[in-house]
T-cell receptor, first 115, second 112 residues
């Protein structure tokens, strides 16, 4: 088990371009979460999946953001028409069940810089 | 909504000093409380947790006690090491149960 992996680790893009990030959770973890972390702040919840179903989305997740988890395995987070305010670290976490009962495992994150 | 407030950082200590990082929360009902740690270049890791009032979470010499009356979950360690240098995040899960809400994080630097 290699933990939660995220790809790419770093992404620099021009404003207005689309970007897509991938998260591979720990195998057999049924829950997958996306968080965003800006410099000097704690992670902020974006969305989560239970298996392939997207069960909750934050108000932070504007129409330009979309997340998928086909077949309940890996997940992708796409940002369309990127803006400078999208620059942040995007974190993925997975767990077997809810955080109350089991530990959440976080990936190292994808750092997005929009120039 | 749920929120977590941590003491302002950064915190710089000498090795073997006593550490306290304050954390207070706002939530309805009975949240579960957590401390996560982020070492340089690594992902967030669970350090300890407490799920009900007066519970004490502990791990690696760190402790925190769930105080319902003061809505606090302060992190303490009696003797810090250089290897404890990291960013520490207090977090909670509210009774709705699905998401972690994090504080701003506290950067700890321990000098030899």
């Amino acid at each position: 088990d290699t933990g939660v992996s995220q790809d790419p680790r770093h992404k620099i893009t021009k404003r207005g371009q689309n970007v897509t990030f991938r998260c591979d959770p720990i195998s057999e973890h049924n829950r997958l979460y996306w968080y965003r972390q800006t410099l000097g702040q704690g992670p902020e919840f974006l969305t989560y999946f239970q298996n392939e179903a997207q069960l909750e989305k934050s108000r932070l997740l504007s129409d330009r953001f979309s997340a998928e988890r086909p077949k309940g395995s890996f997940s992708t987070l796409e940002i369309q028409r990127t803006e400078q305010g999208d620059s942040a670290m995007y974190l993925c976490a997975s767990s077997l069940g809810g955080f109350r009962d089991t530990e959440a495992f976080f990936g190292q994150g994808t750092r997005l810089t929009v120039v | 909504g749920d929120s977590v407030t941590q003491m302002e950082g950064p915190v710089t200590l000498s090795e073997e000093a006593f550490l306290t990082i304050n954390c207070t929360y706002t939530a309805t009902g009975y949240p579960s409380l957590f401390w996560y740690v982020q070492y340089p270049g690594e992902g967030l890791q669970l350090l300890l947790k407490a799920t009900k009032a007066d519970d004490k979470g502990s791990n690696k010499g760190f402790e925190a006690t769930y105080r319902k009356e003061t809505t606090s979950f302060h992190l303490e360690k009696g003797s810090v090491q250089v290897s404890d240098s990291a960013v520490y995040f207090c977090a909670l899960i509210g009774t709705s149960g699905s998401r972690l809400t994090f504080g701003e994080g506290t950067q700890l630097t321990v000098n030899p």
